[in-house]
């Protein structure tokens, strides 16, 4: 299988090659992408060889834990990272190569790459009338006069439930709920008819009760209007529950990409499995919660010759540490377990407490 | 840009150094050279009489404005006195007056302060609206009047300066102290019987010291050139009294005819002085918010 | 609501001039010695003069009433005699104006243009601008303006001579000549604050995450720059520029003293120091005025740029 050889462009081709070729051509296609960033002088990576594909009118959910590299990735995608970045890998869009647009071709880009912010508060410019935010890119990018772009905000305010919307762009962003605010961004990153959506964690600064309707709105137009979707999350439930596929993210790299109604039942990576298992089943009563052992590492942290999730993992074995496993094609998705063909079966989430 | 990117943490916080000594080395090395050229200033201050070579009082109009020669590293300036031993002599003036000015708008700032957050309500909105309107009252312009009224010297100058202060240093405190008054600690205080003033003076106030003695050091800073301006003007001071702000407005004289070195000299000292002061009161006052 | 914010201001304006225009008669009581003694600066005045002062100052009625009558023909225009020139205090003042609102004006226009642009210029370029930029403020914030006079004297008008070292000039030329060296060192130190501030405003504004969203809709770079940074930084630029701007009110009378202009600042000083009590009450009064209007215009200026403003002052 995996030779542990360093550089993993090469077997994550080969991986990827056959999950492509089932689906058609990709919207929007990561290859092998890493990212190193300039933290406080010293560069560290924030990403390593992450490849993922989406199709046109396709949902991915992208789930880890803080310092996984899920906000990055999107960031990345979208061209959105720090000064002084260093970009290897590619992402290609319809064909495009992201990384080489400028100009006229990057403009034209993030009109068809929506993103859609987590805290909507800090993204909305404060000291503009909500009219001025949505319609800025459709006056600016795509050269519609004021009247006829502040119709098309006002209706589509209407689809995403805000009543009364010619008040509403009149009005300033303090002057909103935070859920009615991310409602507007939500709004706003669709009036410019894009075909990818980036969600980055879109409900987590709401409430619960504002989460599930703000997820409803948002699953209910993206489905309906056929844009394909990054949902970025720390749920994987969430992610189950609205993506066709899922990946898991885990100190910057990609470990595992499975169709999410097989994630639960039929995980390909021990860190998925524990995932699934740590989160609280109201049907059971357990003694102790599972949780797993040790802290989530960053990217920079992970070790290049070992498998980053080897020290907290209750699988770990000896060609865990030997070298880096690669991303390798199992059973319709990907995983990066050195030991994934073995414990196939064998991971599915136990009760937790049981035994 | 990094801000709005949210970047991993890279190491645990510095743990935290207590004392006075610890705040100080913890302001870097700007820090500690504005520390020690404040102490210079201050040792000057208090034997600088004693440290001066020559008589710093006494004219001698033959010599007046000859350059750096023989023992006079400084010259001489326009009544011919050695420039260096009226420097020296000079710093007591020019570092007590601020000092007097900074004690009395800090002692009635914090009161108000401490005042207004405690009771908040009611009361802190009188207070507050009453120190926005003394906010008229520039320093320097203050100062003139009282000149005017009471005669100049320096005590009317650094009380009319300290009044100014005041509000200023009663705003920046209160909304710290409030956060203070706030706190759960002093609620449980207040249950357990304690006297609002006890409360005041033995927690409320030593926990926003640090922003304090920040404060004061800027304070300092401010208030040694306003005074030096006022000595500049004739208004404090009184010639033939050695004092840095004196000092460049008497050998201003000289500056056309070619010796600018006694008033720049002079000059020198009170920027040097102010610099230490700011940057040093700057990088507290950084530390200060850092730590609430 | 945003009128609610104004009117509280205009109150404080009002009452702020009330409470100066207290404290400045009220002076004339805190001297030392009775009215007349300081009215007439400890001169020894003949009787029928005396009278006249009495009269004038209606000293015989309750202070609240002398008061009343003293602000009742400030607002008329009429702040009194001189007790040296002899003169009508509102006429020397008219004439020493327009020196002082030359200088203000001449070093705000500096500290706006050279302020403003190199905080920008450094905000928005990391680098070797940048750094020169915070340097050379850190260091001119310090330079008190007698201090930045005399060292511009030495330097431009006596060693280079390109500029006049005193008085005010003649024509409006020359008078702008005259008028630089002091502009300079009355902006100095102002001008490395704003610059400053401006800079950090611009840091911050930039690095703000709703700086992100309008990239990640393509806005280009200039208009993302004049609508989302500067204009969001504005608020802070213009708070800090007030400010300075009011203090040069008072920092004035200094430079107009090192540089022998005859503005308000340096009559009001001789006046000081002439005891001439009419006269520091009634420039004492314009200046205050001035300076809170101009504080007043900040606190309007900043509700306006900031629609989040709903009450109190702003934000120190």
Redesign the interface.
């Known amino acids: 299988m995996s030779s542990g050889s360093a550089g993993g462009s090469v077997s994550a081709v080969t991986a990827l090659s056959a999950d492509r070729a089932g689906s058609g051509a990709p919207l929007l296609d990561v290859d092998a992408l890493t990212v190193h960033l300039q933290v406080e002088g010293v560069e560290r990576a924030v990403l390593s060889d992450v490849s993922l594909t989406v199709s046109p009118g396709e949902a991915l959910g992208l789930v880890g834990e803080s310092g996984s590299g899920k906000s990055m990735t999107a960031r990345a995608i979208d061209r959105l990272l720090p000064r002084g970045a260093r970009v290897s890998g590619q992402i290609r869009f319809d064909g495009a190569d992201v990384q080489a647009l400028s100009s006229a071709g990057l403009r034209d880009y993030r009109n068809k790459v929506a993103m859609i912010f987590q805290d909507p508060r800090a993204h909305v410019n404060p000291v503009r009338r909500i009219g001025d935010f949505m319609t800025e890119a459709l006056r600016t990018n795509l050269g519609v006069a004021p009247g006829e772009a502040t119709q098309r905000a006002a209706d589509m305010l209407a689809q995403v439930g805000i009543e009364d919307g010619r008040r509403r762009l009149r009005q300033y962003p303090h002057e909103l709920s935070g859920g009615m605010l991310q409602r507007v961004m939500i709004a706003a990153a669709l009036l410019t008819e894009p075909r990818l959506l980036l969600a980055d964690e879109p409900t987590t600064a709401l409430d619960v009760t504002t989460q599930a309707e703000v997820m409803a709105i948002l699953d209910d137009l993206r489905r309906d209007l056929g844009l394909a979707m990054i949902f970025i999350t720390h749920d994987l439930e969430l992610a189950a529950a609205i993506c066709d596929r899922t990946a898991v993210m885990y100190a910057g790299q990609i470990v595992e990409v499975r169709e999410s109604a097989l994630m639960h039942d039929d995980p390909l990576h021990p860190y998925s499995a524990a995932l699934a298992a740590a989160r609280p089943d109201i049907a059971q009563t357990a003694h102790r919660l599972a949780a797993i052992p040790g802290r989530p590492l960053s990217a920079f942290e992970a070790p290049e010759d070992e498998c980053a999730f080897a020290p907290r993992c209750p699988h770990a074995a000896d060609v865990c540490r030997a070298a880096r496993p690669e991303l390798i094609s199992l059973a319709g998705g990907l995983s990066r377990c050195a030991r994934a063909v073995e414990l196939r079966g064998a991971l599915r989430t136990q009760p937790a407490g049981a035994g | 840009m990094s801000a709005a990117v949210p970047l991993p943490a890279v190491r645990p916080p510095r743990a935290r150094r207590a004392g006075a000594i610890g705040m100080l080395v913890s302001t870097g090395p700007p820090g500690i050279a504005s520390a020690m050229v404040i102490a210079i200033a201050t040792v000057v201050a208090l034997v600088g009489p004693l440290l001066a070579p020559f008589n710093p009082v006494l004219p001698n109009l033959a010599l007046a404005f000859v350059g750096p020669t023989g023992g006079h590293l400084l010259g001489y300036d326009f009544e011919g006195r050695d420039v260096l031993s009226r420097l020296l002599a000079g710093a007591q003036s020019s570092m007590l007056g601020p000092l007097a000015v900074v004690v009395g708008a800090m002692l009635v700032g914090v009161l108000f302060a401490v005042i207004s957050a405690w009771r908040r309500g009611a009361v802190d909105a009188v207070i507050s609206s009453g120190l926005d309107i003394l906010f008229a009252f520039p320093g320097i312009l203050l100062a003139v009047l009282a000149a005017a009224v009471f005669g100049a010297g320096l005590w009317a100058a650094a009380i009319s300066l300290a009044i100014a202060y005041m509000p200023y240093v009663a705003r920046v405190l209160r909304g710290a102290a409030l956060k203070e008054r706030s706190q759960p600690y002093v609620a449980a205080l207040e249950v357990q019987g304690a006297s609002a003033t006890s409360i005041c003076l033995r927690h409320i106030v030593p926990n926003i010291m640090p922003l304090i003695v920040a404060q004061a050091t800027i304070l300092f800073g401010y208030a040694m050139v306003d005074l030096a301006a006022v000595s500049f003007l004739g208004l404090g001071v009184q010639p033939p009294a050695a004092n840095w702000g004196v000092m460049i407005s008497e050998n201003q004289g000289g500056i056309p005819q070619g010796y600018p070195l006694p008033a720049l000299a002079a000059g020198a000292c009170i920027v040097a002085v102010v610099i230490a002061f700011n940057v040093l009161g700057e990088r507290l006052f950084e530390q200060a918010q850092a730590r609430r | 609501m945003r009128l609610a914010f104004i009117g509280r201001r205009l109150a404080?304006l009002v009452?702020?001039?009330a409470?100066?225009s207290f404290?400045?008669f009220g002076?004339?009581y805190?001297?030392?010695g009775n009215p007349i003694a300081?009215l007439s600066g400890g001169r020894s005045l003949p009787p029928s003069s005396l009278r006249i002062l009495e009269a004038r100052y209606h000293l015989n009625q309750p202070f609240l009433v002398q008061y009343w009558y003293w602000l009742d023909n400030a607002l008329h225009g009429n702040l009194g005699i001189s007790i040296t020139l002899r003169e009508n205090v509102t006429t020397l003042i008219a004439s020493r104006a327009w020196t002082t609102a030359g200088l203000v004006l001449y070093a705000s226009v500096i500290i706006l243009a050279l302020g403003i642009g190199m905080g920008i210029a450094g905000g928005l370029r990391p680098g070797l601008l940048d750094t020169s930029v915070l340097v050379t403020s850190?260091?001119s914030?310090?330079?008190?303006?007698?201090?930045a006079a005399?060292?511009l004297?030495?330097l431009f008008?006596?060693k280079l001579r390109w500029f006049p070292?005193l008085g005010n000039g003649t024509d409006l030329l020359s008078n702008v000549r005259h008028l630089t060296l002091p502009a300079f060192a009355l902006g100095l130190s102002s001008l490395a604050i704003v610059a400053r501030v401006t800079r950090s405003a611009i840091r911050?504004e930039?690095?703000?995450?709703?700086?992100?969203?309008?990239?990640?809709?393509?806005?280009?770079r200039r208009?993302l720059v004049r609508?989302?940074i500067l204009?969001?930084a504005a608020?802070p630029i213009t708070t800090i520029s007030g400010i300075t701007i009011?203090?040069l009110?008072?920092?004035d009378?200094?430079v107009e003293?090192?540089f022998s202009l005859n503005g308000l600042g340096a009559y009001?000083?001789t006046?000081?120091?002439d005891?001439?009590?009419a006269v520091?009450q009634g420039i004492?009064l314009v200046?205050?005025t001035a300076?809170?209007v101009i504080?007043v215009a900040v606190d309007l200026a900043y509700a306006v740029?900031?629609?989040?403003v709903a009450l109190g002052?702003r934000a120190?």
Do not use: C, W, Y
């Open positions: 404080m009452a702020s001039l409470v100066a404290v400045i002076a004339l805190l001297a030392p300081a850190a260091i914030a310090a330079i008190p303006a007698f201090v005399i060292a004297v030495a008008a006596v070292a911050e930039a690095g703000r995450e709703h700086v992100q969203t309008a990239i990640s809709r393509g806005i280009p208009q609508r989302h204009r969001n608020i009011a203090s009110i008072a920092v009378a200094v003293t090192a009001l000083v006046s000081a120091q005891k001439d009590l520091v004492s200046l205050v300076f809170v504080n740029l900031d629609p989040r002052s120190t």
